[in-house]
T-cell receptor, first 112, second 111 residues
Framework: NAGVTQTPKFQVLKTGQSMTLQCAQD?????MSWYRQDPGMGLRLIHY???????DQGEVPNGYNVSRSTTEDFPLRLLSAAPSQTSVYFC???????????FGSGTRLTVV | SQQGEEDPQALSIQEGENATMNCSYK?????LQWYRQNSGRGLVHLIL?????REKHSGRLRVTLDTSKKSSSLLITASRAADTASYFC???????????FGKGTTLSVSS
């Protein structure tokens, strides 16, 4: 199994540009989440989903959109990138009631 | 606001010593989990303890949970240089649908 796959691994955007961070898992996990990690801040929850067609906001959702049309995919969209969105983004998935999450290797995003 | 807060923020020990990290959280939980992150990498799940459990072991790891104090501790026994990493606690909250992380403890094990 590939686990959780995130693409791209690195991205540089200009302020105001939009882009989509991709996340795919092949473990048939119901739960998927997006986090951002900034120095000294740990991981902060952006959006999460408990199944196809169901999404909800986390701690820091502003400036980000998500959708979950299939169990496998959970893309994160930046509508109009800002320098404050420079961060490392992690996607994670888990099977319901199993607890432990599997993380992707991350996308390092720089907004200039 | 973040649910879990780890203590200490940084810990430096010698190989063979034990490392203890603490985590406090704010709201009721179904379970508490610990993760490890090596520099520049994704997080790896270490151990999960449910709210009705008080202690759990996995290899050199020992986790305790005190729900009355809303706190947990992670003990790594006989530390190795390969244990050098950041360690995070995470809680699932009452809904149990997503994890909320603390800011982590950075562990450095020198040989």
């Amino acid at each position: 199994n590939a686990g959780v796959t995130q693409t791209p691994k690195f991205q540089v955007l200009k302020t105001g540009q939009s882009m989509t961070l991709q996340c795919a898992q092949d473990m048939n996990h119901e739960y998927m989440s997006w986090y951002r990690q900034d120095p000294g801040m740990g991981l902060r929850l952006i959006h999460y989903s408990v199944g196809a067609g169901i999404t909800d906001q986390g701690e820091v959702p502003n400036g980000y959109n998500v959708s979950r049309s299939t169990t496998e995919d959970f893309p994160l969209r930046l509508l109009s990138a800002a320098p404050s969105q420079t961060s490392v983004y992690f996607c994670a998935s888990s099977q319901r009631d199993r607890g432990g999450y599997t993380f992707g290797s991350g996308t390092r995003l720089t907004v200039v | 606001s973040q649910q879990g807060e780890e203590d200490p923020q940084a810990l430096s020990i010698q190989e063979g010593e034990n490392a203890t990290m603490n985590c406090s959280y704010k709201t009721s939980i179904n379970n508490l989990q610990w993760y490890r992150q090596n520099s520049g990498r994704g997080l790896v799940h270490l151990i999960l303890i449910r709210s009705n459990e008080r202690e759990k072991h996995s290899g050199r790891l020992r986790v305790t949970l005190d729900t009355s104090k809303k706190s947990s501790s992670l003990l790594i026994t006989a530390s190795r240089a390969a244990d050098t990493a950041s360690y995070f606690c995470a809680t699932d909250g009452q809904a149990g649908t997503a994890l909320i992380f603390g800011k982590g403890t950075t562990l450095s094990v020198s040989s």
